[in-house]
């Protein structure tokens, strides 16, 4: 408490009392729920004093209560006390008008300990694993997005910035045009402490990535990817344009990914991946092969919603298939260095759509299953000339899902519970929108048939 009291008063003697804080508490599917709170109820919020409903953790994309997770109404719906996430307290640069704060939240349950269904404490609990082996994982992020011109209505489809050319890939003369948005968007970053290294127009029209830095601070990766959306989200309003991390918004151009750079420290801050060589180190491969071991199990963490199987498609311009390379960007695992200490590996399957807490989560299991079980086997590279490319992963939702509710790994990563209660979220989500009639099934048959 004592922490978040002097982070607290840091703020307001740097930036001013805000007139209110936003409390951000991370769903299931990286949705940020919560409440304002009055700017002088700090302390408040300090102590527990502020409550929300422990099932706020895993409703359905709508928002809506799953009652087969076991939680909600059918065990009365208890709440859980508010806890700010020390070190997430920062300005809103995008408000107008006021003077406003946000702050990740965590709940605490009946234990006085954070919730068991919370994602972010699923990514601490992986941690706390590596640190048991005496490892430190190294993280950079990688997230693409579109902006947009305004909708009037949820209904339309999205139509790009004027003046966009279909194909801008790297364009400068793109990135001229949208400087005032752009500069906004890494200058609003800055302002909330987040790490951004390279912007650059990407392949799709008005499609950007941004790249951040690699750090050792695996939890504030993945705190900087959730809190980088809202904050381009928000930016995108201020100038009038819309913002999305959808995995694919339109159907003949790139989806949005969310690309993850990992490598490992020892206890003395050696690159375990690194052996001193040219060649692939024999613990660089055995990660590689348990993330790709681990891939069809995990799919539906890295694929979440009915959208992003989208980019599971044969020429999606999404890597679609467990198989690796060393600089091949149609591999689903690539190793851009293998060698010295920025030898890794980048996880390229995750659409900009998933949970970051979640997608940390999953590659780290799947890293900890190969170096745990040395005799995976491990096929040959895409860059081999007897490389072949791997079956691809499902394109199919429902048996993504099928395969995470049935994975022992799926349990041993994330425990029986928050497996269960993911498919049960996942599924109710399928029973809604897949039986829902499309626009495209009524203009193509409801006249004719």
Not at 13 to 36: A, F, Q, T, Y
Not at 206 to 227: P, R, V
Request: charged fraction near 25%.
């Amino acid at each position: 408490m004592t922490d978040f009291i002097a982070e607290y008063a840091a703020f307001c003697e740097r930036h001013g009392r805000p007139d209110r804080v936003e409390l951000m508490l991370c769903d299931i599917n990286s949705v940020l729920r919560g409440k304002w709170l009055p700017g002088e109820d700090g302390e408040k919020l300090a102590q527990g004093g502020v409550r929300l409903p422990l099932s706020t953790y895993a409703p359905n994309i709508l928002g809506e209560e799953v009652e087969s997770t076991g939680l909600g109404i059918s065990i009365g719906d208890p709440d859980g006390r508010l806890y700010p996430v020390p070190g997430t307290l920062q300005p809103v640069p995008w408000a107008r008008g006021q003077t406003v704060a946000q702050v990740i939240v965590e709940m605490h349950d009946d234990e006085e300990d954070v919730a068991p269904y919370s994602s972010r404490r699923q990514l601490e609990n992986m941690l706390d694993r590596f640190k048991k082996k005496g490892l430190t994982p190294v993280v950079a992020t990688e997230l693409e997005f579109y902006l947009y011109q305004p909708r009037d209505t949820q209904d339309e489809a999205p139509v790009p910035p004027e003046r966009t050319p279909e194909f801008q890939n790297y364009d400068l003369d793109v990135l001229d045009r949208t400087q005032a948005i752009l500069d906004a968007i890494r200058d609003s970053a800055i302002d909330q402490g987040l790490e951004p290294d390279t912007l650059i127009a990407e392949y799709g029209p008005g499609q950007f990535e941004i790249n951040f830095h690699h750090t050792d601070d695996t939890l504030k990766a993945a705190d900087d990817a959730l809190i980088f959306r809202r904050l381009v989200r928000g930016v995108a309003r201020r100038h009038e344009m819309g913002a999305t991390f959808m995995a694919k918004p339109y159907a003949h151009a790139p989806g949005n990914g969310m690309h993850a750079h990992i490598s490992l420290l020892d206890a003395e801050g050696r690159n375990i991946f690194d052996d001193g060589s040219d060649e692939p180190s024999k613990l660089l491969k055995q990660a590689v092969a348990g993330t790709l071991a681990t891939m069809p199990d995990l799919q539906a963490i890295f694929a979440p919603h009915m959208n992003s199987y989208r980019r599971f498609q044969r020429n999606s311009f999404a890597p679609h298939a467990p198989d690796w390379g060393l600089d091949n960007r149609a591999a689903a695992v690539r190793l851009p260095e293998v060698s010295g200490p920025g030898a890794r590996l980048e996880h390229r399957i995750s659409g900009a759509d998933v949970n970051p807490y979640l997608v940390l989560t999953a590659i780290l299991g799947g890293i900890l299953f190969g170096l745990e079980n040395p005799t995976l086997p491990l096929p040959l590279p895409l860059d081999d000339d007897d490389g072949e490319h791997a079956d691809p992963l499902t394109g199919d939702w429902a048996t993504a899902v099928d395969n995470f509710e049935e994975s022992v790994i799926a349990a041993d990563i994330f425990g029986a519970q928050f497996r269960d209660i993911y498919t049960a979220v996942r599924r109710n989500e399928i029973e809604q929108l897949t039986t829902a009639i499309s626009q495209v099934e009524y203009r193509t048959y409801l006249g004719r048939m």
